[in-house]
């Protein structure tokens, strides 16, 4: 199965997964998992906008940085633009926050609640080129599922 195929199965998991449950972060907790165990990402959650920066929300993998500030690392830039990041090696994005050693790529998606911006996916992987325009394209649609 390719990327896409695979992408185009998790969605239709993730909708019967997500629909009839109105509880947020139920919702972000399963979104994440089920994201996490289809592909097998190094880390894999959500950061949350509360009082001006990112705070920690449900997430998959070892443990994180628990805030971001606005327009700082691959999440606050991607809040502050409010447009996905895909960062194919972390460590020459400048400013990047290095809560694990072991990270070498990243992608970062806003998560609209609402259709106001209520904070970003972020998924890391221990390899390096691993997110691509297909994966910003699923992912923005699966999160729109959460909308």
Known sequence: MNKIEKYQELYS????LLSGESNELANLS???ALIHNEFGFWWTGFYLIENEELVL???QGPVACTRIAFG???CGTAWEQA????VPDVHAFEGHIACSSESNSEIVVPYFRHNNIRGVFDIDSKDFNTFDAIDKQYLEKLLSLLN
């Not at 998991?13 to 019967?16: C, D, F, G």
């Not at 447009?83 to 895909?86: M, N, P, Q, R, T």
């Open 83 to 86: 447009k996905s990041i895909v």
């Open 72 to 74: 700082k690392g691959v």
């Open 13 to 16: 998991k993730a909708e019967a």
């Open 30 to 32: 399963n979104f994440c």
């Open 57 to 59: 929300g449900p997430f």
